[in-house]
């Protein structure tokens, strides 16, 4: 499906650790790792909040970064997440879905 919008996204989890992920739709995959049946690393490290999320016009492209970035120190990660959150604002409901309940 290259032609859907996919997102990369950065979650900050209770460890102080920062999980990259690659989705197709966000808000679903976020409530997964909140019940944790996302992935492995989200259920060791327990997410906390969604730092942001960068729209990408296909998976191949999404995918290119999420390698990219996981592969980068922490810092770094921090630093393009406030630079994606100010490009690409979180919306409400996607917050909402990451918040403790």
Not at 17 to 31: A, F, K, M, N
Not at 67 to 95: C, F, N, Y
């Amino acid at each position: 499906m290259t032609d859907s919008v996919w997102y990369v996204y950065l979650l900050e989890c209770q460890s102080a650790r920062i999980y990259t992920g690659v989705s197709p739709h966000l808000d679903q995959r976020i409530t997964m790792h909140r019940k944790g049946r996302g992935a492995l690393f989200t259920r060791i490290n327990q997410p906390e909040r969604l730092l942001a999320a960068k729209p990408f016009s296909s998976q191949r492209e999404a995918l290119q970064i999420e390698s990219q970035v996981k592969r980068m120190p922490a810092q770094g990660k921090r630093i393009l997440a406030r630079v994606w959150s100010e490009q690409h604002p979180i919306d409400e409901r996607t917050q909402k879905a990451l918040s403790l309940e």
